[in-house]
T-cell receptor, first 119, second 115 residues
């Protein structure tokens, strides 16, 4: 079984400030982890993914995330927020091991965090 | 432009109507997905097709009927829906389903309102 918890349904930052969106996961097998972004009236777009290579993953638009196994976390950060970053962000997990019939291709999403950026 | 298109973008239907949602992907992928996105709830996976075969049905009511005639097209047939079925329906595709970090590419969604 796998699950994702995103801490904080709403995060508000000033333009130029650090963005930190929190994600903790639970997985019975080594996970793959993803961050997606959804702009208003659009579908989800992949920001970055962790696939058990480097623990610090760089994505598009200046975002990065660090996989910390000891903390079961995969927090998303960006050093300096831009107005165009305002959107909803989703963390997702899937298993990477076909053990015991687990549907390891299945993505489980968190509830999302709405990021607001103030001028 | 994500390579996954959905039509219509907006749909209003009565509870006795029958309608269909269409999804098309131009990415050469072999897996396609339907998700339901409701306010204040996580994305809910509804169906998965891998190489045209349905591999996941996440306990979806029978008033939702998927169809995948080929790897590029996916339909969701709707009949006798309930108001609580109002949501954004997202289609996604990936290279394959399972055994790898195959990221999913999403369409823009169909905003469905059941009256």
């Amino acid at each position: 079984a796998q699950s994702v918890t995103q801490l904080g349904s709403h995060v508000s930052v000033s333009e130029g400030a650090l963005v930190l969106l929190r994600c903790n996961y639970s997985s019975s097998v080594p996970p793959y982890l993803f961050w997606y972004v959804q702009y208003p009236n659009q579908g989800l777009q992949l920001l970055l993914k962790y696939t058990s290579a480097a623990t610090l993953v760089k994505g598009i638009n200046g975002f990065e995330a660090e996989f910390k196994k000891s903390e079961t976390s995969f927090h998303l950060t960006k050093p300096s927020a831009h107005m165009s970053d305002a959107a909803e962000y989703f963390c997702a997990v899937s298993g990477n091991n076909n053990a015991g019939g687990t549907s390891y291709g299945k993505l489980t999403f968190g509830q999302g965090t709405i990021l607001t950026v103030h001028p | 432009e994500t390579g996954v298109t959905q039509t219509p973008r907006h749909l209003v239907m009565g509870m006795t109507n029958k309608k269909s949602l269409k999804c098309e992907q131009h990415l050469g992928h072999n897996a396609m997905y339907w998700y339901k996105q409701s306010a204040k709830k996580p994305l809910e996976l509804m169906f998965v097709y891998n190489f045209k075969e349905q591999t996941e049905n996440n306990s979806v009511p029978s008033r939702f009927s998927p169809e995948c005639p080929n790897s590029s097209h996916l339909f969701l047939h709707l009949h006798t829906l309930q108001p609580e079925d109002s949501a954004l329906y997202l289609c996604a595709s990936s290279l394959k389903y399972g055994q790898g970090p195959y990221e999913q590419y999403f369409g823009p969604g169909t905003r469905l309102t059941v009256t």
